[in-house]
């Protein structure tokens, strides 16, 4: 069975500061893994996924298969930064199964 | 425009009323999905489909039933709703040869008296 565990339901920093945000992951075989993220009033969205390797909006997430984790990251968080933020994963490759399975989620406020 | 589309955005409904939410999607997709979300909480799979006259039912059981005859397609309907219905639900495709990338409509947010 497949399963995610983001364990802060609420996160709250200064502006300017870090930001982590916690995913840890349950899965027997090769997983895919995934951040979306939902801005007040917009629909929810792919922020990023650990195959592209890229950072997007100043975000990097790397998955380190030996802790089952996939921890997103920022250096400097900013205002516009706050959203829900939820941790995907699927079966690599997808093959027979492109299910998605979500955590819980993270609401991130960035306060000025 | 491609994307995906919703609708109603929202719907207050008596108990024991059939209802269809819509969902078609612009985007070429083969691979559909219905999530349910209450409030604060994650994302909960309940049906999906590869492709036309392919359904399948998610990780939560659910009352509702889908049904898939042309690919931009795929409506959720609950033959009597009932007040544990209440809930927002997102529709959202995918494409074959691009991962699990899964692409949101903007959801419809269900209430049922």
């Known amino acids: 069975a497949q399963r995610v565990t983001q364990p802060e339901k609420l996160l709250s920093v200064f502006k300017g500061a870090p930001v982590e945000l916690k995913c840890n992951y349950s899965?027997?075989?090769?997983?895919?893994l995934f951040w979306y993220v939902q801005y007040s009033r917009q629909r929810l969205q792919l922020l990023l996924r650990h195959i592209s390797r890229e950072s997007i909006k100043g975000f990097t997430a790397d998955l380190n298969k030996g802790e089952t984790s996939f921890h997103l990251k920022k250096p400097f968080a900013q205002e516009e930064d706050s959203a829900m933020y939820y941790c995907a994963l699927s079966a690599a490759g997808g093959g027979s199964n492109y299910k998605l399975t979500f955590g819980k989620g993270t609401l991130l406020t960035v306060n000025p | 425009e491609a994307d995906i589309y919703q609708t109603p955005r929202y719907l207050v409904i008596g108990t024991g009323k059939k209802i269809t939410l819509e969902c078609s999607q612009t985007m070429g997709h083969d691979k559909m999905y219905w999530y349910q979300q209450d409030p604060g909480m994650e994302l909960h799979l309940i049906h999906y489909?590869?492709?036309?006259?392919s359904t399948e039912k998610g990780d939560l059981s659910s009352e509702s039933t889908v049904s898939r005859i042309r690919t931009e397609h795929f409506p959720l309907t609950l033959e009597s709703a009932r007040p544990s219905h209440t809930s927002q639900y997102l529709c959202?495709?995918?494409?074959w040869g691009r991962g699990n990338i899964q692409y949101f409509g903007a959801g419809t947010r269900l209430s049922v008296l």
């Open positions: 959202a495709s995918s494409e």
């Open positions: 489909s590869y492709g036309v006259n």
């Open positions: 899965y027997s075989g090769s997983p895919e």
